[in-house]
């Protein structure tokens, strides 16, 4: 992996390695990521056609005292699929109750 600089959380590292991966990979279709600052959410995406999207979620959490990240796959129409991952999301940090 090419020097990428100080790399400050979570976020940092998962976008150096997807541009890393697709500098390397050089795919037809080219892997995402977004995140929110500290890390507690992060995702890869790619859009399988245009106006889809396929997002693999991650959400960093405390259960029974313990870390885990959870996981979960979301793919649909572009908008409605981001808003169905950031519902899932804010839920399982305790920000809304379940969907």
Do not use: C
Not at 22 to 49: D, F, W
Not at 53 to 75: C, D, K, T, W, Y
């Amino acid at each position: 992996m090419a020097d990428q600089g100080p790399q400050k959380d979570a976020m940092d590292v998962l976008q150096a390695w997807v541009d890393d991966f697709n500098a390397r990979a050089r795919p037809a279709i080219r892997l995402g990521s977004k995140g929110e600052a500290g890390g507690a959410q992060l995702r890869l995406q790619y859009s399988p056609a245009e106006d889809t999207v396929s997002i693999f979620h991650m959400v960093a959490v405390n259960r029974n005292g313990r870390p885990a990240i959870l996981v979960q796959r979301f793919e649909g129409p572009t908008a409605e699929t981001a808003v169905q991952a950031g519902m899932w999301a804010s839920s399982q940090l305790g920000r809304r109750p379940a969907v």
